[in-house]
């Protein structure tokens, strides 16, 4: 059996599109388990992973996916993307942007998603793409579903990451965070919001 390839230089990638990928490192493995601590995999769950990048997520996904557990993973970074594929064949990945995230969701037969989990950088993409994005996860995540997402310390006091906090809270009914996960580079911590729908 062929092994994967390599993983694209994930540096070079920031570099070459430095908003688009956030950090100048994968997330941590420790960041990892803090933001899947709250998602429930069962049969019949479907899960959505935003932005798995160089699979540091996925790597944690993949073995707690029991039968019947669906998964879809987009990636707008075309090496990332096959790079996923070869490492995870029995996974679903989506080469594209989370603003196409109906028609990715519709393509595959999928009416319903019971978590999401980002691992873009949220509070830096633009307003209107947040927008766009918000306005499919109401359609499409259940009443009870999870939005997971992550953010950096050093942030916190930053316009974007106040807005972020105001735009959460606005979507679901409940929203709360992790403890800091200083095993990460930059520290960063999970903000899990529950409950889709306004207060």
């Known amino acids: 059996m062929d092994s994967a390839p390599p993983a694209p230089g994930f ?4 570099l070459a599109a430095p908003r688009a990928i956030g950090a100048i490192a994968p997330s941590s ?41 669906r998964y879809v993973g ?8 096959t790079h996923l594929a ?20 519709a393509a595959r ?17 633009p ?11 109401a359609e499409l995540l259940a009443p009870d579903g999870l939005f997971v997402t992550f953010a950096y310390v050093q942030g916190l006091a930053l316009p974007g990451a106040w807005a972020l906090r105001r735009s959460l809270r606005a979507r679901f009914r409940e929203v709360r ?3 800091v996960v200083w ?3 930059p520290p960063a911590f999970a903000y899990i919001c529950a409950g889709n729908g306004a207060k």
């Open 127 to 137: 307003a209107a793409l947040q927008a766009t994005v918000f306005g499919a996860i």
């Open 177 to 179: 965070q992790s403890g």
């Open 74 to 81: 987009i990636e707008l970074n075309p090496l990332f993307c």
């Open 183 to 185: 095993r990460n580079l």
């Open 11 to 14: 540096f070079r990638q920031f």
């Open 109 to 125: 037969g999928i009416t319903h998603i019971d978590a999401i989990v980002c691992g873009l950088p949220w509070a830096s993409l």
């Open 29 to 69: 493995p420790a960041l990892a388990r803090a933001m899947l601590a709250p998602v429930r995999f069962a049969p019949g769950q479907v899960i959505v992973e935003f932005g798995p990048g160089t699979g540091a997520f996925t790597t944690q996904i993949a073995p707690r996916l029991v039968p019947l557990c």
């Open 86 to 105: 070869a490492q995870f064949p029995t996974l679903d990945f989506a080469q594209g942007s989370v603003a196409d995230l109906r028609q990715i969701m």
